[in-house]
């Protein structure tokens, strides 16, 4: 998973959260659990096979915790962007189509969506921001600016024949974002193009990029208030 989330901002800011860090712990995990395993099959002393596979639910509780606490980091730092954007409203994609679909290992052993779903709304309520569902299926597929659908032209871009290119993280948040407001009945314009910033969570917290392309970067909290409208999540 390379983008563990999303966002799209009706100012034409996007904001991606990098699944890397968590994909790396789990790969590291994955290979301790594997000569484990090679050492349990093989192991006849009793004594010895308690000891491995206590050894193999600590490493199963480790796994969780700091995946459950990379979600905390992820919602608290999405919460307090929205706070910062004087947000009220977030929409959030459902995945169900797309988990049936493409049942991988890491989409359901590592990305536990119901989880961070459970993180992130518990979150945004502590903020008094309100968490509404849409449904993301086909979201990544066309373009957020024009409607038509759009081709990959390489891993994470999205091309449409109008000649409008995009993330293809960011154009399922805006279009996510389009549906959500859509059906709440308010009339925003989208951007034509978006401004990236992004973080690198992990268990430890968020680690921010310093560029001075960011354009959150360069400008005060107080005109990022002013500047920032509602926010979606996916």
């Not at 290992?105 to 968490?131: D, G, Q």
């Not at 373009?143 to 759009?150: D, F, I, L, N, Y």
Request: glycine content about 6%; overall charge positive.
């Amino acid at each position: 998973i390379r983008i563990l989330a999303a966002t799209a901002i009706t100012n034409g800011q996007a904001l991606l959260y990098k699944g890397g860090p968590l994909l790396s712990t789990y790969h590291r995990f994955e290979e301790k659990l594997s000569m484990l395993d090679k050492r349990l099959s093989t192991e006849t002393d009793e004594d010895a096979l308690r000891e491995l596979k206590k050894r193999r639910k600590g490493l199963y509780r480790r796994l969780k915790r700091r995946r459950r606490q990379t979600f905390a980091n992820v919602a608290l730092h999405l919460a307090r962007e929205l706070r910062d954007c004087n947000a009220n409203v977030v929409f959030i994609g459902l995945p169900k189509d797309i988990v049936r679909d493409k049942p991988y290992k890491e989409v359901v052993s590592l990305w536990s969506y119901n989880e961070f779903l459970k993180r992130l709304a518990y979150t945004l309520e502590n903020f008094n921001i309100a968490l509404y569902g849409v449904s993301e299926k086909n979201t990544s597929k066309v373009c957020p600016v024009c409607g038509e659908k759009a081709e990959r032209v390489n891993r994470g871009t999205l091309l449409c024949p109008k000649g409008h290119l995009t993330h293809s993280d960011v154009a399922g948040a805006a279009n996510i974002l389009a549906r959500g407001l859509q059906a709440l009945g308010i009339n925003v314009s989208m951007p034509h193009y978006f401004h990236f910033k992004t973080f690198f969570p992990g268990p430890d917290g968020i680690r921010e990029p310093r560029h001075s392309s960011d354009l959150a970067t360069d400008i005060s909290d107080s005109q990022r208030r002013n500047n920032c409208q509602k926010i979606n999540f996916f």
